[in-house]
């Protein structure tokens, strides 16, 4: 392994985990060749003709998928907090005496914490997946055998298509299955909303096992994954804690500060000529971002503008929006309380959407970029724009990529972020860690003021006479440098030990993480 | 090309336009060995970002794919007879002074005898795909340059799927689409219902033209076909005449014979048990199969019975079924008249499938095999139950498999057809055409008795007391035969000469259709 610094100025390794890797070479400048990952055929005839493949429990389906030592194992985070299933699934490898498994969550949670044993007695080698909370910890500690790799959930696609990472054994829990492998998550006692972020697994995968605490007759209806692309279907009493699954509702922020910048970001839309007929944006699920929905309804009521659509993760406030007919579509990836798991499943205007429809960059396009605007979060924004969504400027990595870097292609990519939290700046110098080069992101929006980008002209001049705060970006960090006492100061790191490491979009690498001292 | 005879004592060559083809070895004895097809890895930096693939016309976007001599063009049959864009195609390909082109359509109709010009001269080289009509004549007649490929609609699934069909161009008709290539069939003027048929093409073709005549704005909902497999999109005035792409209603069979077929149909299917609570069935789209299942429903609400699902190509009797809570669901494949399409477009629980869920055979199962009777048509049935619906008695190809042979795996497959049909005896003693072979097909219902196969000891033993006329295949083919004046007269075939073959739904070559004389 060799550490070059790559277009973005960032120290990366040229291999990771043993496999070569690709430096990220710029904003569009890497183009993939060759094909992508091609499955083995299967045929009907290996396969029940009944259509029946429960199989009595996940040991048995582990092993009629011939698990075996150094195996990558895939699971998703739709069950979020209350996920118990991959804790179960953890347990069962463990007892099968299986070692070195690299696991490929789409996300990991602090449920999770309860697979810490197994990275330390081996049955785990690495995590390849966002790891929110302590297992980011642990492997900001150094303490992981391997290294780290962390994904958008376009990048996740991507990899898996591009046969970058090969999935042995997928597992799939689904809130309602039938025996055939048809799932969706919108039904049973543990409904999650959507479950697309293993389609690509489903479709990829050599093996692929569905795991459900609510089997119903064939068919399952509407089948978020299919059957077809299913090996074996386990039924158990319960896949996790409902309560934590996802949220009854979801809270609006009652910060004064962050109802601030929500406001400035709904009158910023409005005054960029943003918000006309037609348009189209996309809200994260923070309490900012839920509250700037609120303030831009209010505002496309009193003009009478109507959006095509708005994309998910979808809350109550979304689906306000197409109740009320101030969208004709939500185009969703996934449902953050129960109003959207409602919607998703009673109203024909709400739509799946996957990773790969909307944020894969190796396809003939995705839907990321054809939306007007993006309103996201960050850790920490610098004053080249470049973003953090991953580390805390402690050094720690504590959260996934999700969506961000992919929705980062959007026509107007706003960042809404308080100009500092707990007196330590958000609006830095340099960013602890490189998610999303600045190049990308066109506003920053704070309490304190707001920076345009200097690359977007035309957004500088359309606000050039706006009540709006715009400031540069220098001076937001220097009014919040000199109210959180000076510089702030820099993680302890080993810069020797590569923990983890962020991909681009295009699968080159980004940056690195390094072991918190 | 050598001729061997295969398993199922057929006449076949072991290898077809140059490719070296497998025999078939007998029901679920090939089993497939390798990978899928890998489609190249494409990139969003070659894809405009606004998502609008729009380009001026047809010609440019053959141009932008790089059309050259002997590639292979797939279209698909979902504007039925009313299809002009084929011919436009065809038209425009031969106006760039290309040659030798592999036709690869789902399947032809009699509008395309606009075609036979272009196999005179040369432009087409040949014909993979059902032959409905004129074209089915021109290549009986020995008239073709290459030799016509017949699958099945899940053989064509799994032909490109396994790599052996390589489709370079996939011209995909839309009712309804956006600039990104979203695409359906459910609404717009030329709507057809499910345009499904091009899924493989859109997931495995290098290049992917979608022409509509109804672009609407992103997102075009539902997308049958999705925007991210598309390179062009390219508008015109007409897809074609839409009186004829799809019927407004579909007409029952009027003849006292047919209708007495139906009902020995639906007195089978509820005396033998099949009909129950949570049953499922297929029809075709025949008059004899649309009043079977006006016969099988007025059963089903005698006894108080609702189906689990049935599958379509859907008309309006499949719709009432589900209108009028006789059906959970309908799992269709095409729809054949406006109220298959109204249906469709409207109800939820009307649901599109593909050639991948239904019938693919190199599949980790299908649909078809999960259903529990389904009741299909053939122009001859042998006494070995042997059966074709490809070819008539005369020797003439004149249609296509449709998803027929892949309906044989259901539970209980019923072949519901006239004895004779103009004179002609329809249970002959040996099929000229193998399209199906006997030990998956059942039973044979027609006017003049019912003939259980021997194999299925189980219905036998159930219809013991039955009042319907259950007789030997035997017995039936004598009467026929006397009825018609004696054995029928075989069809004069060129046997040194092979117009076209029919596979199996495992790839392999089931039979070969050979020169009419």
Chains 1, 2 share one sequence.
């Not at 969504?389 to 996934?400: A, F, N, R, T």
């Not at 007196?423 to 110098?429: A, H, K, S």
């Amino acid at each position: 392994m060799k550490l070059v610094k790559n277009a973005a100025g960032r120290i990366v390794p040229n291999e990771v985990n043993g496999r070569k890797e690709v430096p990220f070479k710029g904003i569009n400048e890497h183009k993939p060749f060759g094909y992508k990952a091609k499955p083995l055929i299967k045929t009907c005839i290996d396969y029940p003709l009944s259509g029946n493949k429960l199989v009595k429990n996940l040991k048995d389906a582990l092993r009629k998928c011939g698990l075996k030592d150094g195996m990558t194992i895939s699971t998703h985070h739709h069950l979020r907090n209350g996920d118990n299933l991959t804790n179960i699934i953890f347990d069962t490898i463990h007892s099968m005496g299986i070692k070195n498994v690299r696991w490929f969550p789409s996300a990991s949670f602090s449920v999770h914490e309860h697979l810490i044993k197994y990275l330390e007695d081996g049955t785990i080698h690495h995590i390849e997946g966002s790891m929110n909370g302590p297992l980011g910890k642990y492997t900001s500690e150094g303490k992981m055998k391997g290294i780290g790799v962390l994904r958008s959930h376009g990048g996740r696609y991507q990899a898996v298509q591009d046969g970058e990472v090969h999935i042995d054994i997928a597992i799939i829990a689904a809130p309602t299955a039938d025996a055939f492998g048809n799932s969706n998550g919108v039904t049973g006692k543990s409904a999650s909303g959507l479950i697309s972020f293993s389609l690509v697994d489903s479709e990829y995968a050599d093996n692929v096992i569905v795991v459900t605490d609510n089997l119903i007759q064939f068919p399952c209806i509407p089948w978020q994954i299919q059957g077809n692309n299913v090996d074996y279907v386990v039924e158990i009493d319960s896949l996790g804690d409902t309560k934590k699954i996802v949220s009854g509702t979801t809270e609006i922020t009652k910060s004064p500060d962050r109802l601030l910048i929500a406001e400035y970001v709904a009158q910023f839309i409005e005054e960029s000529g943003i918000m006309k007929n037609g348009f189209s944006f996309q809200a994260g699920s923070g309490g900012t971002n839920l509250a700037f929905v609120l303030f831009l309804k209010d505002r496309m009521k009193a003009k009478g503008i109507k959006a095509r659509f708005v994309r998910g993760g979808s809350t109550k406030y979304l689906v306000q929006l197409l109740e009320e007919g101030l969208t004709d579509y939500i185009l969703d990836g996934q449902t953050f309380d129960l109003d959207g798991i409602r919607s998703m499943r009673e109203n024909p205007n709400h739509i799946n959407t996957s990773p790969f429809t909307s944020y894969n960059f190796h396809g003939k396009g995705n839907f990321a970029s054809i939306v007007d605007v993006a309103v996201l979060g960050a850790t920490e924004v610098d004053i080249n724009f470049n973003a953090n969504v991953v580390s805390h400027s402690d050094g720690y990595l504590l959260h996934g990529i999700g969506g961000w870097q992919n929705c980062l292609y959007s026509k107007c990519t706003i960042l809404a972020v308080p100009s500092f939290r707990d007196r330590i700046p958000v609006i830095i110098d340099d960013v602890t860690t490189l998610c999303g080069p600045g190049e990308l992101i066109d506003v920053i929006i704070t309490e304190r003021g707001i920076a345009i980008n200097p690359k977007r002209k035309d957004l500088i001049s359309i606000m050039k006479y706006s009540s709006l705060p715009i400031k540069s970006i220098e001076q937001i960090r220097d009014e919040v440098y000199s109210i959180c006492g000076g510089i702030p100061t820099k993680p302890k790191l080993n810069k020797e030990k590569i923990v983890a490491i962020v991909k681009w979009v295009d699968g080159t690498i980004l940056d690195s993480i390094f072991q918190v001292l």
